[in-house]
């Protein structure tokens, strides 16, 4: 076996899994306001922009060869009803038509969830501590169709309410837009690995947690039929989140599912990485780049991750040499 790992060239030239630029998926957080560029402490080189100076980042991923982008939205006013979810005049409508205006050609994930728009920041409506289902729906139909009319290209909702996924379509057609896809949250986790995330996108709950709609960490069967419900309601692509800790399920669901398979590399996974390489006790490119080829190896066609400008670099080395 040790013929095939005598040079680099001849390890390269036998390489099963390769990451590329067209696998990434970049997060991107917008904030309501003027001139506002915010430092996400937990996630060093991550930022809320306001979206007069959302070029800024922009720029740097048309620059770096990133193909898309996700987008989370940051309203200065919050309500019950996440009314701010679905106004086209929204700031995160808003930075949609900004990017399709300024780079046509770059892919806008719009992230479809009410934690981030909700006074008590839950994912969905709340009425006695419930979190009501059905009632919700009604809302992320409407916070799709307004994202789709402001240009985003895929829709992706993340809140983990049965049925979403068959509302949303059944709404996109209903509007002609039978032509956007859905990427859906199927197997998304209620994880301790999305703290800095909340931080970013000013999404904690206000009381209690998620642990009623968003998966138990021990199962991986239910996420097969979280992937299967999903895609029999109409989903494009299928998401598992986070990564790292749910290689398992990225395997497995590849194996069983004839569907494009994303994969979230999450906030806490790229924070804790970044704090390591901070104090000097790893090598911060090749534990990224190990840890990403373990989620494409794994069967994750699609990854979203806030390594991705990082990865750009690196991989634009590994050219020149």
């Not at 922009?49 to 939205?73: C, N, P, Q, T, W």
């Not at 209620?190 to 009623?212: I, L, M, N």
């Not at 390591?276 to 066609?301: F, P, S, Y």
Request: proline share 3%.
């Amino acid at each position: 076996m040790r013929r095939l790992r005598t040079s680099p060239n001849i390890r390269a030239f036998v390489r099963e899994t390769k990451i590329d630029l067209r696998d990434l998926v970049y997060p991107v957080f917008v904030i309501e306001g003027e001139n506002i560029k915010n430092a996400v402490e937990s996630m060093p080189g991550i930022y809320q922009y306001s979206v007069d100076r959302l070029d800024e980042e922009l720029e740097r991923v048309s620059r770096k060869g990133i193909k898309a982008i996700l987008i989370f939205g940051i309203p200065g006013y919050k309500d019950e009803k996440a009314s701010e979810a679905y106004n086209k005049d929204g700031v995160t409508q808003r930075a949609v038509r900004h990017i399709k205006e300024k780079y046509p050609d770059l892919i806008v994930i719009a992230d479809v969830c009410l934690c981030e728009y909700t006074s008590h920041g839950h994912c969905g409506l709340v009425r006695n501590g419930n979190i009501l289902n059905d009632e919700t729906l009604k809302l992320l139909c409407k916070m799709s169709i307004s994202l789709v009319e402001a240009g985003a290209d895929i829709i992706a909702p993340s809140d983990m309410m049965d049925g979403r996924v068959g509302a949303i379509r059944q709404a996109l057609d209903e509007k002609d837009f039978i032509n956007t896809p859905i990427m859906a949250y199927s197997a998304k986790y209620a994880s301790a690995y999305y703290g800095p995330f909340r931080e970013a996108a000013d999404s904690a709950p206000k009381f209690g947690d998620r642990k009623s709609y968003q998966m138990d960490s021990a199962n991986a069967k239910m996420a097969m039929r979280e992937i299967q419900y999903d895609i029999d309601e109409g989903a494009d692509i299928v998401m598992v989140k986070p990564a790292l800790a749910y290689l398992d399920v990225i395997k497995e669901a590849s194996v069983r599912f004839d569907h494009t398979i994303a994969a979230y590399n999450v906030s806490g996974e790229y924070s804790m990485v970044k704090a390591a390489a901070n104090m000097g006790w790893i090598d911060e490119k090749k534990i990224v780049l190990e840890n990403i080829t373990a989620i494409k190896r794994a069967g994750a066609k699609i990854i979203i991750t806030y390594h991705a400008l990082d990865i750009a670099d690196w991989l634009s080395e590994k050219e020149q040499e």
